[in-house]
C-alpha cells in the first residue's frame, strides 16, 4: 500500500501490507521477528515515520500562538488532525476532542475533572472486573478523595464475558460507568452498544476504553451511545506520547479544567483566571503536534485497509491460534470462544509464563507474559500470569504457525 495510493483490493493483500513495516523486516536473536505484542503497542507504518519527520523538517513550530508562516502550518496540522479523528469516531464536532498522553491520561482526566465536579460521598461507580489498571487505579483515587465507591460488573470466568445478570440493579446504584470496550487479557469484545443503551436509560455517564477497539474495530461514538470514549495513538500504528479524549459537548462545557498553564485559558490576571472553549480548556502547554500529525496519518492509513476488514483478519488469526492451542493437554486458554478479538491469552500445564516468553525471544517470536496490568483479574481466575499473543492486520497465517511450533519447541524443554 505504501503511500495509501493504492486500490483496497491490493491493500487486502495482507502479507504485502507487511512492506510497508520496515521494523518487521529484521531478524530477532537469529530468526525472522515474528511480533505478537500488539496489544501492547502496534508498529508504524512508513507513512507515519514520514509524516514526524516530515513535521520536524518541514512545519515546526508552536500552535495557536504565531502569526507567522510555520506556525500556521503547526497549527493546521494540529486542528486538521482533530478534525480527522471526529469524522474516524464519528463525534458530531473537532470540539469533543481532546488531545491526551494516551488512554491513561484520558481516563485520569475525566475521573478529575467530570468526577471531582459530580461524584460526592456514597455515590457508586460502576467497573467490570477486567478493566485495565489505567480504567480502575483512576477511580480508586477518586474514590479515596470523595467518599464514593466502586462496584464491578462480575466477568464469567475463563470464558471472559460479562455477567450482566444484575446489571439493571448495579446501573441503579451507580452514577457512572467505565468499561472496556475489547479485553487487553481474555481479548472478549463488550457489547458497548447496549451497556450505554442500558446506562443511559438509568442516567448513568458512560465512560469506553477503546484502547483494544479503536484500531482494530470501527468505533462510532453515537453508535454506541457513549459520553466519553478514550484510545491511544500507539496502539493504532500512529506515535506514543499522544492519544485522545472523546467527551459530548454538554458535558465537556460543564468540566473545570484538567490542568492550568498556556492554552486553556481566554484571561489571566495575577489572582484568578477564565477559561478557554472545550477542548483548549483541557489542553495545558504546548500539544504534542508531531504527535497528532502522525496519528492523523495512521488513521488515514488504517480507514484505507478498512477496520471491518481489520477485525475479519484478527479474528481469523485468533480463531486459527485458539484452534492450534487447543489441541495441547493440559492448557488453559483464556477468553471467549466466539466472536473474540485479536488477543489470546493461555497457560501451560508444564511452563511457568514468563519462561515461555523469554524463551519463544530466543527464537524471535514476540509475545507477552505477565498479568497485563489486570492483576484483580488475573487473581480472580486464579493465575499469577498468563502468556499473551496479540495480533494485528500485518501478522500472517504463516506467522501463527510458527508461533505456534516455537510454543512446541519450548515445551519440550520443560517435559
Ligand atoms: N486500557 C486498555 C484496555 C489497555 O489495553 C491499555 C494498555 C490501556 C488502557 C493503557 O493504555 P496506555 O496507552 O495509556 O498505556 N494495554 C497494555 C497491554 O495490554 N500491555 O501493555 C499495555
Known sequence: M???????????????LR???????????????????NAASSQKPQ????????????????????????????????????????????????????FTRGTTESLNLVAQTWGAENIGEGDTILLTEMEHHSNLVPWQLLVKRTGAKLEFIPVN????????????????RAKLLSFTHISNTMGSVNPATELCRRAREAGVIT?????????????????????????????????????????????????????GGGEMITKVEYNESTFNEPPHKFEAGTPNVAGAAGLRTAIDYLDIIGREAIFEHDQRLAKRACEQLAEIDGIRLFGPSEGRSAVVSFVLPDAHALDLATM?????????????????????????????ASFYFYNTEAEVDRFIEVIHQVRKLFV
Not at 497549527?75 to 471526529?86: D, L, P, S
Open 2 to 16: 505504501n503511500q495509501g495510493s493504492e486500490t483496497t483490493q491490493e491493500a487486502m493483500d495482507w502479507t504485502k
Open 19 to 37: 512492506a510497508d513495516f520496515p521494523i518487521l523486516e529484521q531478524t530477532v536473536n537469529g530468526h525472522p521477528l515474528v511480533y505478537l505484542d
Open 47 to 98: 507513512v507515519v515515520i514520514n509524516a514526524l519527520r516530515t513535521h520536524y523538517e518541514r512545519d515546526n513550530a508552536n500552535v495557536h500562538r504565531g502569526i507567522h508562516e510555520l506556525s500556521n502550518r503547526a497549527t493546521e496540522a494540529y486542528e486538521g488532525a482533530r478534525q480527522r479523528i471526529a469524522e474516524y469516531l464519528n463525534a458530531d464536532s473537532r470540539e469533543e476532542i481532546i
Open 157 to 172: 470466568g475463563d470464558d471472559g464475558t460479562l455477567d450482566l445478570s444484575q446489571l439493571d440493579e448495579q446501573l441503579d
Open 207 to 259: 465512560v469506553v476504553d477503546a484502547a483494544q477497539s479503536a484500531g482494530h474495530t470501527r468505533v462510532d461514538v453515537r453508535e454506541i451511545g457513549c459520553d466519553f470514549l478514550a484510545f491511544s495513538g500507539h496502539k493504532i500504528c500512529g506515535p506514543t506520547g499522544i492519544g485522545v479524549l472523546y467527551g459530548q459537548r454538554e458535558l465537556l462545557n460543564t468540566m473545570p479544567p484538567y490542568q
Open 360 to 388: 519463544a525471544d530466543q527464537k524471535g517470536v514476540a509475545l507477552r507474559a505477565g498479568h497485563h496490568c489486570n492483576q484483580p483479574l488475573l487473581a480472580k481466575l486464579g493465575v499469577p500470569a498468563t502468556a499473551r
